[in-house]
């Protein structure tokens, strides 16, 4: 059974940083496509970065602020976030994709908050 498992959530004032780790046995990084996904109160869940051997993306909401990385040896995904506001308060998912599997995590809660 694949299962991404997602940490490093947390309250955090505005301005402050924090990152996410996910790690995700039983699959090659090679193939496999990963995202972290997020998901306000009330709202829909949103991409907010992926990676993988030919790209990095993100949403125009986290530019400039987060950072998406990667230890293939760890088959670990990282999300390094600064400048933290409160809007960024949301659950966190980490999903690991591939053209035949689609695998997601269970989510870690980030609350931005003075």
């Known amino acids: 059974q694949v299962q991404p498992v997602e940490s490093g959530g947390g309250l955090v004032q505005p301005g402050g940083f924090l990152r996410l780790s996910c790690v995700t046995s039983g699959i090659s990084f090679n193939i496999y496509t990963m995202y972290w996904y997020r998901q306000a109160p009330g709202k829909q869940r949103e991409l907010v970065a992926s990676i993988s051997d030919w790209s990095t993306n993100y949403a125009e909401s986290v530019k400039g602020r987060f950072t998406i990385s990667r230890d293939k040896a760890k088959n670990t995904v990282y999300l390094q976030m600064n400048s933290l506001k409160p809007e960024d308060t949301a659950v966190y998912y980490c999903?690991?994709?591939?053209?035949?599997?689609?695998?997601w995590g269970q989510g870690t809660q980030v609350t931005v908050s003075s």
């Open positions: 999903n690991a994709r591939s053209p035949y599997h689609d695998y």
